[in-house]
């Protein structure tokens, strides 16, 4: 059960929700607390609430298994390979340093732009430079987790991810903007020096006891040994089969998570290099909410001028492109779009086989299988909550501890509502409409935005229910458990500074 330790925790962290749902009463609120008794979860809603998830939020399972089998045929192009080792040449040194604007570059991302979910895409990519550079699986981990939630953690223009706070407590989104940039730069610097103490303290541990983590894998081998006889002054040969054990040993760390290098004739990188850029450039531009966080109208605008333009009276751009978001309303599913066009330039270019392009598209959704089940039962989660909605009654007990707002029950109940509900739009929705009926100040709401953003990304670098965490977990096979020992004291170390940040604005 060793490697599939992340379904476990997950699974029995939808057992432990199914009997919440037993134990504790379902209330909501509109308008006014309503309490409705216990609404039990049975038997039969734990395998069919998976479908509701899928009818749902499937097409985010999709857009992981589509990253998947985008990267298996990336692994059938030896350009790519070439492009990594190249790029790890030009960083030897210096490695420390990259990693470190990896991280920063990561979190700048998902701060402005709202890229939780979009920047998977170049997640394996950015494994396989990790590794390839000669750092481990969790540190893989601390780039790509920990930066996505640091970066939510101090979400500034990033409307995707807290757009509806300020659509719930009627506040702007840009209010105390200072602290959530001081936020994301202190959450930063703290990621970063973790993360070089882990390495450091991973070298000296490899040098105390000498030995690199290896795969052993026994394979039959079959040889055949001469036998020779001597009868009557000649020789007699004779072919004898003998079975034996031929010891593998691979490099666990690599695991199929680094391409293979494939021989032949020289790879010529840059058409690969500008298809990445492309799809990068379009990621940014279509994520960046320009209406909701800058009020700007000129990508929609844009998008109309170019679906309606007329050719001879034909909306030629419109027939072709179909039914087509403007930039700063895309959704992943739009990016699917996106990878499978690039995926199909690249195979041109590059003249890969169509046995290929079909053979590596199919390893890849293999490997991205386990994540995409993962976000299946993790939005499994999210459906349970909202059907049978008993945290309501939590938040209710915890905020009547106290008269009117206090800083430390909200984020208490930050805490908790991100941990109930995977989906921050959700997370929010559960507990501010109840919140905003109790804090009568409408002074306090930008202080109740910067304490629930920063609830969400810190429970989201530890809690079972996080997408992103417990995927990541799953794709590079590393244990719920050795995750929790590493990022321990990096939780410790935010909950002070958010605590000490909270009483400041406080006391100001």
Same mark, same amino acid.
Request: some cysteine.
């Given at each position: 059960?060793?490697?599939?330790?992340?379904?476990?925790?997950?699974?029995?962290?939808?057992?432990?929700? =199914?009997?919440?749902?037993?134990?504790?009463?379902?209330?909501?609120?509109?308008?006014?607390?309503?309490?409705?008794?216990?609404?039990?979860?049975?038997? &039969?809603?734990?395998?069919?609430?998976? =479908?509701?998830?899928?009818?749902?939020?499937?097409?985010?399972?999709?857009?992981?298994?589509?990253?998947?089998? @985008?990267?298996?045929?990336?692994?059938?192009?030896?350009?790519?390979?070439?492009?990594?080792?190249?790029?790890?040449?030009?960083?030897?040194?210096?490695?420390?340093?990259?990693? #470190? +604007?990896?991280?920063?570059?990561?979190?700048?991302?998902?701060?402005?732009?709202?890229?939780?979910?979009?920047? /998977?895409? &170049?997640?394996?990519?950015?494994?396989?430079?990790?590794?390839?550079?000669?750092?481990?699986? /969790?540190?893989?981990?601390?780039?790509?987790?920990?930066?996505?939630?640091?970066?939510?953690?101090?979400?500034?223009?990033? $409307?995707?991810?807290?757009?509806?706070?300020?659509?719930?407590?009627?506040?702007?989104?840009?209010?105390?903007? !200072?602290?959530?940039?001081? !936020?994301?730069?202190?959450?930063?610097?703290?990621?970063?020096?973790?993360?070089?103490?882990? +390495?450091?303290?991973?070298?000296?541990?490899?040098?105390?006891?000498?030995?690199?983590?290896?795969?052993?894998?026994?394979?039959?081998?079959?040889?055949?040994?001469?036998?020779?006889?001597?009868?009557?002054?000649?020789?007699?040969?004779?072919?004898?089969?003998?079975?034996?054990?031929?010891?593998?040993?691979?490099?666990?760390?690599?695991?199929?998570?680094?391409?293979?290098? +494939?021989?032949?004739?020289?790879?010529?990188?840059?058409?690969?290099?500008?298809?990445?850029?492309?799809? @990068?450039?379009?990621?940014?531009?279509?994520?960046?909410?320009?209406?909701?966080?800058?009020?700007?109208?000129?990508?929609?605008?844009?998008?109309?001028?170019?679906?309606?333009?007329?050719?001879?009276?034909?909306?030629?751009?419109?027939?072709?492109?179909?039914?087509?978001?403007?930039?700063?309303?895309?959704?992943?599913?739009?990016? +699917?779009?996106?990878?499978?066009?690039?995926?199909?330039?690249?195979?041109?270019? $590059?003249?890969?086989? @169509?046995?290929?392009?079909?053979?590596? @598209?199919?390893?890849?959704?293999?490997?991205?299988?386990?994540?995409?089940?993962?976000?299946?039962?993790?939005?499994?989660?999210?459906?349970?909550?909202?059907?049978?909605?008993?945290?309501?009654?939590?938040?209710?007990?915890?905020?009547?501890?106290?008269?009117?707002?206090?800083? &430390?029950?909200?984020?208490?109940?930050?805490?908790?509502?991100?941990?109930?509900?995977?989906?921050?739009?959700?997370?929010?929705?559960?507990?501010?409409?109840?919140?905003?009926?109790?804090?009568?100040?409408?002074?306090? $709401?930008?202080?109740?935005?910067?304490?629930?953003?920063?609830?969400?990304?810190?429970?989201?670098?530890?809690?079972?229910? #996080?997408?992103?965490?417990?995927?990541?977990?799953?794709?590079?096979?590393?244990?719920?458990?050795?995750?929790?020992?590493?990022?321990?004291? !990096?939780?410790?170390?935010?909950?002070?500074? !958010?605590?000490?940040?909270?009483?400041?604005?406080?006391?100001?």
């Amino acid at each position: 059960m060793k490697k599939h330790n992340t379904f476990k925790v997950v699974l029995i962290t939808l057992l432990v929700m =199914m009997l919440l749902t037993w134990i504790l009463p379902a209330a909501y609120y509109s308008g006014t607390y309503v309490d409705q008794g216990r609404v039990q979860m049975g038997l &039969f809603d734990l395998f069919t609430y998976p =479908m509701t998830s899928i009818s749902y939020f499937g097409y985010i399972a999709a857009f992981v298994l589509i990253v998947g089998g @985008f990267y298996g045929v990336l692994n059938k192009i030896g350009a790519y390979r070439t492009m990594l080792d190249k790029l790890v040449a030009k960083f030897k040194g210096k490695e420390v340093v990259v990693l #470190s +604007i990896i991280m920063i570059l990561i979190a700048l991302l998902t701060s402005i732009c709202g890229l939780q979910l979009g920047l /998977i895409i &170049f997640f394996p990519m950015i494994v396989s430079l990790i590794l390839l550079m000669g750092y481990d699986k /969790i540190v893989a981990a601390l780039a790509v987790v920990g930066s996505t939630m640091i970066g939510m953690l101090g979400t500034t223009f990033g $409307y995707n991810n807290t757009g509806i706070i300020p659509s719930i407590l009627g506040n702007n989104f840009t209010d105390d903007m !200072l602290t959530k940039c001081i !936020l994301l730069f202190l959450g930063m610097v703290l990621l970063i020096f973790n993360t070089i103490w882990y +390495i450091k303290k991973s070298k000296t541990s490899n040098k105390k006891t000498n030995v690199k983590k290896v795969t052993v894998k026994e394979e039959k081998k079959t040889t055949k040994v001469a036998k020779t006889t001597k009868k009557n002054s000649s020789k007699d040969t004779k072919a004898a089969v003998k079975e034996e054990k031929v010891i593998v040993v691979t490099d666990e760390e690599e695991d199929d998570l680094v391409p293979a290098t +494939i021989s032949g004739k020289k790879h010529v990188v840059w058409p690969l290099a500008v298809v990445l850029s492309l799809i @990068f450039v379009i990621l940014v531009l279509a994520f960046i909410s320009w209406a909701g966080a800058f009020g700007l109208t000129v990508m929609n605008e844009a998008t109309s001028a170019v679906t309606g333009f007329e050719v001879f009276g034909f909306t030629l751009f419109g027939k072709l492109l179909g039914t087509v978001n403007a930039f700063g309303s895309w959704s992943v599913m739009d990016l +699917i779009v996106v990878l499978m066009v690039s995926m199909l330039v690249l195979a041109l270019i $590059y003249k890969v086989k @169509f046995d290929d392009v079909i053979d590596g @598209f199919a390893k890849g959704v293999k490997q991205a299988l386990a994540p995409a089940l993962i976000f299946v039962l993790l939005y499994t989660i999210l459906v349970v909550t909202t059907y049978h909605p008993f945290q309501l009654v939590i938040y209710k007990a915890i905020l009547g501890i106290t008269d009117g707002f206090n800083v &430390f029950t909200t984020f208490v109940v930050g805490i908790l509502s991100a941990l109930f509900n995977v989906d921050p739009a959700y997370a929010f929705q559960s507990s501010l409409p109840y919140l905003a009926s109790i804090v009568k100040n409408a002074d306090n $709401y930008p202080i109740v935005a910067v304490v629930y953003q920063a609830a969400y990304g810190l429970t989201m670098l530890v809690a079972p229910t #996080s997408l992103i965490l417990m995927g990541t977990l799953a794709y590079l096979k590393v244990s719920y458990g050795k995750w929790f020992k590493t990022i321990w004291k !990096l939780l410790l170390e935010l909950l002070v500074v !958010l605590l000490i940040v909270f009483t400041i604005l406080i006391l100001i």
